[in-house]
């Protein structure tokens, strides 16, 4: 059974606007929570984690909050560019020690058009 | 900046081929693993290894051997490969396991016909 659900599965923006992606998961214990960033044909990179109980991060226009409560996460993108086009990825850890597992989100398409 | 390099970067296979993907990590890393990424569905660990010689069974183990023969280089072996094997597969590294970051290769899309 999949944990880890993102939405929506693809997005289309146009550069400039702002875009919202959604990770809602089931895994437990949730330590920690990871968006990655994967261009087409590429590896995944990192951009972000989330630890605590009710978190938020920023990193450039890429900024995230988790509520552990709630089991979600978004990532906000602001001002798209046309190279944000790419998969992002939301990965859930059930452990911060080596013997947790990653869960891995199937990702959301977010294609960003002039 | 951490790298991770994989080859061969496309191979196309037959059914019942013997196949090795290899991976090297240059980040001086103790962890390192498989993952096989499929259309629809997240990335599912294959096998993982916390350091030369050692080697730890994944989540999707069936079909597939992993050998780690120094800290740098990580094999995944597919003895006799099959259709159900046709997929994406990415290694990466990390210092330690749980909370530390991965980082990924660039990947090898394998197609076993």
């Known amino acids: 059974k999949t944990q880890v659900e993102q939405s929506p599965q693809s997005l289309v923006v146009r550069q400039g606007e702002n875009c919202v992606l959604q990770c809602n998961y089931s895994v437990t214990p949730d330590n920690h929570l990871r968006w990655f960033k994967q261009d087409t044909g590429k590896g995944l990179v990192s951009l972000t984690v989330l630890v605590d109980q009710k978190d938020k991060t920023s990193n450039g226009r890429y900024s995230a909050t988790l509520d552990k409560d709630a089991k979600h996460s978004t990532l906000h993108i602001t001002a798209t560019l046309l190279d944000d086009t790419a998969t992002y990825i939301c990965v859930v850890g059930d452990r911060g020690s080596a013997l947790g597992r990653l869960h891995f989100g199937a990702g959301t398409q977010l294609i960003v058009i002039p | 900046e951490a790298a991770v390099t994989q080859s061969p970067r496309n191979k196309v296979t037959v059914t019942g081929g013997n196949v090795t993907l290899s991976c090297r990590q240059t980040n001086s890393h103790n962890y390192m693993y498989w993952y096989r990424q499929d259309t629809g569905h997240g990335l599912r660990l294959i096998h993982y290894?916390?350091?030369?010689?050692?080697?730890q069974i994944g989540d999707v183990p069936d079909g597939y051997k992993a050998t780690r023969t120094t800290q740098e280089d990580f094999f995944l072996l597919l003895e006799l490969a099959s259709p159900s094997q046709t997929s994406l597969y990415f290694c990466a590294s990390s210092q330690l396991g749980g909370l530390y970051e991965q980082y990924f290769g660039p990947g090898t899309r394998l197609t076993v016909l």
């Open positions: 290894s916390y350091g030369a010689g050692n080697l």
